[in-house]
């Protein structure tokens, strides 16, 4: 069955501090790959996503994620974490295919930011 | 270029009680979107649109939710009756037909 992963529930870094948020896939065939991210009260804003090609992606906010087929993993990477990141984070999984577009999240990851 | 646009933002019902929520998706994507987002998980597909038709609700418990896209354009989203275990945040999303979704604010709905 079709699945997201993400391993940490929640992770704390220090403002300047290096960010990775874990994400693992199961999925049938090459995925589309998105990361999400959520501020409170707010609805998703797409940070960066994966279709094709260079499997390293740049995304907005300095964001960059990595497609990894091996390990089917998609994880989202910052080298340097701003307040203002404090937010949930979603990673997704998609078909795109035969008109359909159904996307499977993850169960979301937060981040708080220490100053 | 405006956003993915719904509303109410926030909902306090009692269980038993029927609630609406209205979605507008941005202008020409033919693709409409429903999720819901129980607290602690993330989103989940209750219904997609492509234009008015229905593409995939299989994971709407049609027994007390409907939802409608006349015309293409603006949605409804409708459960009657709530229970308690629907509290949860209602996102709508639009792309064009196949590609990028982009969400609107969500409303907030709590069922006491």
């Known amino acids: 069955a079709q699945s997201v992963t993400q391993p940490d529930i929640h992770i704390t870094v220090s403002e300047g501090a290096s960010l990775e948020l874990r994400c693992n896939y199961s999925y049938g065939a090459t995925p589309y790959l998105f990361w999400y991210v959520q501020s409170p009260g707010q609805g998703l804003q797409l940070l960066l996503k994966?279709?094709?090609?260079?499997?390293l992606v740049q995304g907005i906010k300095g964001f960059e994620a990595e497609f990894k087929r091996s390990q089917s993993s998609f994880n989202l990477r910052k080298p340097s974490v701003h307040w203002s990141d404090a937010a949930e984070y979603f990673c997704a999984v998609g078909p795109l295919s035969g008109g359909y577009n159904k996307l499977i999240f993850g169960a979301g990851t937060r981040l708080a930011v220490h100053p | 270029e405006a956003g993915v646009a719904q509303s109410p933002r926030y909902k306090i019902i009692e269980k038993r009680q029927s609630v609406a929520f209205w979605c507008n998706p941005i202008s020409g994507h033919a693709t409409l979107y429903w999720y819901q987002q129980i607290l602690g998980q993330g989103p989940k597909l209750l219904i997609q649109f492509q234009n008015n038709g229905v593409v995939d609700d299989s994971q709407l418990p049609k027994d007390r939710f409907s939802a409608e896209r006349l015309k293409g354009v603006d949605s409804t989203l409708k459960i009657q009756p709530a229970k308690l275990e629907d509290s949860a945040v209602y996102l709508c999303?639009?792309?064009?037909?196949?590609?990028?979704?982009?969400f609107g604010p969500g409303t907030r709905l709590t069922v006491l």
């Open positions: 999303a639009s792309s064009l037909v196949t590609d990028t979704q982009y």
């Open positions: 994966y279709f094709s090609g260079d499997t």
